[in-house]
């Protein structure tokens, strides 16, 4: 038996010269692709190397002993009488490399060796990567569990957490200062806040509506407070209010008190009709129509199409706006805001934020949903609990950051002269 290696630009080519030099006694055990000729590594072509053996035994066509074929050979046909058992594929690869002489011996052990330290370099960066993915920075934790904290959602809260993995290098982590100042202005910039028109056509008509609980009738009256009565240097308007909730047990003895001591009148409807007739009474004289509405569960669509129905009587100038509670989580929030979207309101008035130290819910709700906020209110006081909405406001009721609040308020100054002129 002959062991032999054959080296040729095919595998056809590979299997002629083997067929001229060795006859069609052979056995094929393996081949490979390889890069032949060139200088020093360059020039190179691809090529086949072809490994096997010579035997005294004539070869079934097709037949390949002792190791892997690579395709048939046209062989002899194999003559009678008994096979010789197998080869074992090693152990001839073993006897092939032994009978290579000294000098491949030496090439494929230099070989090994490389391939032994790629697989050590590889282990070594799979092992480094792993780590680093495995570690996480202790800002970039701390950050998270502030978000936490603060009820954030986590697609918020994430987004945030992506942000800084990408704009901080490994050396800015080191600097919390930096980032958490860094973290509350982007902060800020998700949050949108409403403007309102310049010039408003009389009258103006506002509409509130939201979910049972919210305070609806409190912020009602609060409104009537601030542009009835007048500050900040607003000059007082004409105002009326006009209650649809006047099923809800105290409702309408609630806003009838707050119009006595306003000294705002009060009205009460109870359909369309009622509505669209009460709205052109108060047309003449009146600057701006102030409604409340009923409280809706978001997810009883029947009555929330009624309530759209009935307000349609306001006409297409009229200004919705939802209400929706401060102490209410993240995901509820989201479903009141998408339920309602119907009514096609303007903004938001975000009510209890007194009751609750954590305004990440909102925030994040807001955000996600591409939802601007226009007032905010925090207590039952009429009618000084009730602000326009700013982004300071939010940025300084959030937990566990460091709030440089002259710093927040040079980045999102908020305009105090703002007016409202009516004509």
Known sequence: MEYFVEQALTYTECLNKIRMKYGDRVTILYHKNIRMGGIFGLFAKDGVEVTGFTSSNVIKPGTFQGGISSGPISLSPEPTGSRKPPLDFNEEKQKILDAAGPANKGESSALQQVLKEVRQLKEEIAATTSSVQSEKHSTISRVEEIL????????????ILDRIKKEFSLDGLNDY?????????????????YKEEKFQRLPRIMVLVGPTGVGKTTTIAK????????????????????????????????IEAYGNIMALPVSYVENYEDLKKTIAQYSEGTDLILIDTIGKSPRDSVKLGEMKQLLDACGTQAELYLAVAATTKSSDLKEIIRQF?????????????????????????????????????????????????TIVRFLINLEGFQVNRAKIEARFPTDESEQIQWR
């Open 177 to 193: 200062n930096t980032v958490q100042d860094k973290v509350l202005e982007w902060i800020g910039e998700s949050i949108a806040v």
């Open 341 to 389: 979207e119907p009514f096609n309101y303007r903004s938001v008035i975000v009510t209890k934020l007194d009751e609750t130290i954590r305004v990440g819910n909102v925030i994040s709700a807001l955000s996600d949903l591409g939802k601007s906020v226009s007032y905010i209110t925090d207590g039952q006081r009429v009618p000084s609990n009730i602000q326009k909405a």
């Open 148 to 159: 936490d904290i603060n009820d954030f959602s986590p697609a918020y809260g994430q987004n």
């Open 223 to 254: 409104l009537a407070a601030i542009y009835g009565i007048g500050n900040s240097g607003r000059r007082p308007i004409s105002v009326r209010m006009i209650t649809i909730d006047a099923f809800r047990i105290g409702a309408k003895a609630q």
